[in-house]
Each structure stands twice: as C-alpha cells, then as structure tokens.
C-alpha cells in the first residue's frame, strides 16, 4: 500500500514538474536575428539598425532575445550566416543590406516556417517580404539647405553603388538645391563600396579641391564628414547625426529610424499573423527625419526647413513633382504631376544639375 502510494506521489511530482517545464519552453523568448553589412560603430547606417534592434527588444523586453552578426560581406558569406539563423530557429531574420537580397531568397525557400525580411530590395517570396525608407524624402530638404548654404554654387556626392535607392537620394538632392538655387549644381564619386573610409574620404577631399563647399554622401563611415570639418566646408551627414565628428561642418544628417518598424513585425511574428509585404516608410511613418540643425543656418531657412518637414509627414510636399527633368533634358514628369512608386523603384539616370557621368553597368 504504502508503496502504491509513494508511486501516486511521485507520479504527481512528475506531473507537476513536467507542466512547469511545458511553461518554461513556453515562456522561452522568440529568437530573432540580424545582418549587417558594416561594423555597428557609434554612426551610419548599421548604426542606425541596430539602435532599432535594440529599441524592439526593450519594447518586447523577455519575449524575444535577438542576435547579430555584424560586417558581413555581400556573398557567399551572407547565405552562410542566413542558413545558420534558420538552422538555430531564428523566427524572424532581417537582413539588412541590398547586395544580400539574392541569397535570403535562396535560404527562405528551404526554411517556409522562419520569416525572412529584407531592407532595400526587391524580390520577395512565399515567405520573405521586403522593407525600405523613403531616404529622398530628408534628401530633397537637405538639398535644399545646401542650395541656400553654398557660395560656390558647387555640391558634391560620395556614393556607393549606382542602384534606384541611390539614385533617389542624389537626385532628390540636387532638385531640392535647384529649388532655391538654379545655378546650383552637383558632381558625383562613386566609391564601389558602402563602407570604405579610406576611399569615402579621398573621394570628399577630391569633391572640395574641385570647389564643392558642402559636401554629402550615401556610404556608411563618418569620413566625408570629417574631410569637410578639415577642410573648412559644410557637410550633411546621413544615417545618424554626425555633428560630433564635424561641429563646424555638419548642417544637419538624414537619419533613419527603424525601432517601430522592427518592433510592429517582430510582433505580427510572434502572433503568428505576419505575411510577406514591401513596405517603404517616410516621414508619415518616423522612419525619417533631420538631426538637430547647425546654428549656423539662418533662421529663415530653419523655419523653412521645418515647413517642409511637416508637409512631407502631411504627404503635401512630393520631392518627385513635376517638372523632373532628366540630365539630358528629357522630361520624365510633367508640371503638375508627380512620379510613381513604381517609377521611383526604376531610377537609372541623373537629373539636370548633376555633372557627373553614371557609370555603365
């Protein structure tokens, strides 16, 4: 009896552990992973991903536990380290550069249950959708700044790879400066890589001995910045507020945030209602806006600047209106009118204003 008895209890003991342990696993956080494309440093655009990283996971503080793998090379690398999240149970993984677009699409097709999102690109699949920030929307109002700023009536770009995400940001630039000073014009250094300090500063420094007084640039690393508070010219940074590595120079960056974003996917996953979408947020969405403008900008055009903020949140100010005038002098949009989505996805070509000529693919 007594025996039959010790087994009843042991038999509940077992019982009883056994459910803690069921809410235990239940309770074990979501793993979610991500890749960057450049080391996370204290600036720029892996930077800035990894501030919304974190920013999810504080709002989802104990649901999820997120991991990262930083400086990444755009190859055979990015599947390897995509399969490993997969393969370690990752329920979300975001990838964050564009030349990693071709093999997330290879390593979500092996793994239908993970969800797979990738920044800047666009091809998507059963379960892999694709999200983006409308970066030209803050490029038209700093182009803008630096078409009032200029004396020399010379620009210059850094930039990294000739793809439409690029191309919207230079020439958004250039017709936002055009827009207040049409002697403005706009001289481009393609650099081949999205971070390189060493050539971003050799290409800012050759932009300024040819008479660019504010220089900008869409690659990841601080050095244009830095170039300019050396040489004594204005620069706009993007990515993050850089005004520490140029206090002089810096009139203001283009920053993004993705804090929301990450934090509105991660939670649709979680739920099991996340579907594969493009998403392409601007400032309606937070996902842009300026840092903290230099003093040194007159007040009118800070009060301008801060008009033009809010009719793009408003979605009344559209950087693409009519007329758009192609380098060649093409009109590709007339008065009147505004250029699609679909259109802007395309971009392959300069506006007027730019000198420079686009590299042959």
Known sequence: MKTRIQRFITAGLLATLAGFSGAAAAAEPASIGFIYVSPIGDA?????????????????????KTHYVENVAEGADAERVIREMAERGDKAIFATSFGYMNYMLKVSKKYPKTAFLHATGYKMGKNMGIYNARFYQGRYVAGVIAGEMSKSNKL?????FPIPEVLQGINAFIKGA??????????VI????????GKEREAALTLISQGADVV??????????????EKGVYAIGYHSDMSKYGPNAHLTAVTHH???????????VLAGTWKPESFWGGYKEGMIRLAPLNPVIPEALQKRVAQMEADLKAGTLKPFAGPVVTQDGKTLVKAGEVMSDHDL????????GVTSKLPKK
Do not use: C, F, I
């Open 44 to 64: 720029g655009w892996t930077y800035q991903h990894d501030q919304g990283r974190q920013e999810m996971e504080k709002n989802l503080a104990g649901k999820v």
């Open 258 to 268: 993705w804090g929301d974003y990450y934090t509105k996917v991660v939670e649709q």
């Open 345 to 352: 996805e395309k971009m392959n070509y300069y506006l007027e």
């Open 190 to 197: 393609w650099v081949n890589s999205w971070y390189d300090p």
């Open 178 to 187: 055009r827009s207040v000073n049409p002697e403005a014009t706009l001289s």
């Open 216 to 229: 900008t640039h869409h690659t990841d690393s601080t050095a244009v910045v830095q170039a300019a508070e």
């Open 156 to 160: 210059g770009y850094v930039a990294a």
